[in-house]
């Protein structure tokens, strides 16, 4: 199930609008691509979120501390041509700067996923290089992106009362770290 990049900024926008009206902390960027000077619309949202320090298992993990530890966590959504696709980037850190490593992201996946995670984290999530900072980042699969799009019945052709973008996103979540308010769930699609 492909998605055009102009459906893309459309449902990014709306996703930003609808984050802007209950300050959840998107914000719509633009990227120019040096080869052609294009602009490219992607989303961005960093929030610092309390993670179990039972599932990190770190240095940080001291016994005087409380049960969870702040983290702080960075969203890029992307749009993929190759996949035709959102495509989503990641990174979590400890507030001291030291990157969470692979294993502790795998770590974090929500339990009633975690197995099917374990049994193929290769192809779920892995850390790649940021196609715009050109820094590691972790990354969900696109094939992953477009398997989920097909689950929600998505159709480029199709007249949505919901925002495909929101959908796809609130389905994701789980995988890696988000937190979505549930205000997303219960709008339209204004556009």
Same mark, same amino acid.
């Given at each position: 199930?492909?998605?055009? /990049?102009?459906?893309?900024?459309?449902?990014?926008?709306?996703?930003?609008?609808?984050?802007?009206?209950? *300050?959840?902390?998107?914000?719509? /960027?633009?990227?120019?691509?040096?080869?052609?000077?294009?602009?490219?619309?992607?989303?961005?949202?960093?929030?610092?979120?309390?993670?179990?320090?039972?599932?990190?298992?770190?240095?940080?993990?001291?016994?005087?501390?409380?049960?969870?530890?702040?983290?702080?966590? !960075?969203?890029?959504?992307?749009?993929?041509?190759?996949?035709? /696709?959102? *495509?989503?980037?990641?990174?979590?850190?400890?507030?001291?700067?030291?990157?969470?490593?692979? !294993?502790?992201?795998?770590?974090?996946?929500?339990?009633?996923?975690?197995?099917?995670?374990?049994? *193929?984290?290769?192809?779920?999530?892995?850390?790649?290089?940021?196609?715009?900072?050109?820094?590691?980042?972790?990354?969900?699969?696109?094939?992953?992106?477009?398997?989920?799009?097909?689950?929600?019945?998505?159709?480029?052709?199709?007249?949505?009362?919901?925002?495909?973008?929101?959908?796809?996103?609130?389905?994701?979540?789980?995988?890696?770290?988000?937190?979505?308010?549930?205000?997303?769930?219960?709008?339209?699609?204004?556009?």
């Amino acid at each position: 199930m492909s998605m055009t /990049c102009q459906q893309f900024v459309e449902y990014a926008a709306d996703l930003k609008n609808h984050s802007d009206l209950i *300050d959840d902390g998107w914000n719509l /960027c633009q990227y120019q691509c040096p080869m052609n000077g294009s602009l490219i619309n992607y989303l961005v949202k960093k929030k610092i979120q309390k993670k179990n320090k039972s599932l990190l298992k770190s240095i940080h993990s001291d016994s005087l501390m409380e049960d969870k530890i702040p983290i702080v966590c !960075e969203y890029h959504i992307l749009y993929n041509p190759s996949y035709s /696709c959102p *495509d989503v980037f990641f990174n979590m850190w400890y507030t001291d700067g030291k990157l969470l490593s692979l !294993e502790h992201v795998w770590s974090l996946v929500h339990s009633f996923l975690k197995q099917n995670v374990v049994h *193929d984290k290769w192809n779920a999530i892995t850390q790649e290089m940021h196609p715009f900072s050109n820094t590691p980042f972790f990354r969900l699969h696109p094939c992953k992106n477009t398997h989920v799009l097909k689950m929600l019945g998505f159709s480029p052709k199709n007249n949505y009362k919901f925002n495909p973008l929101i959908a796809w996103l609130s389905t994701i979540s789980p995988l890696i770290g988000l937190e979505m308010h549930l205000s997303y769930g219960n709008k339209e699609l204004k556009s």
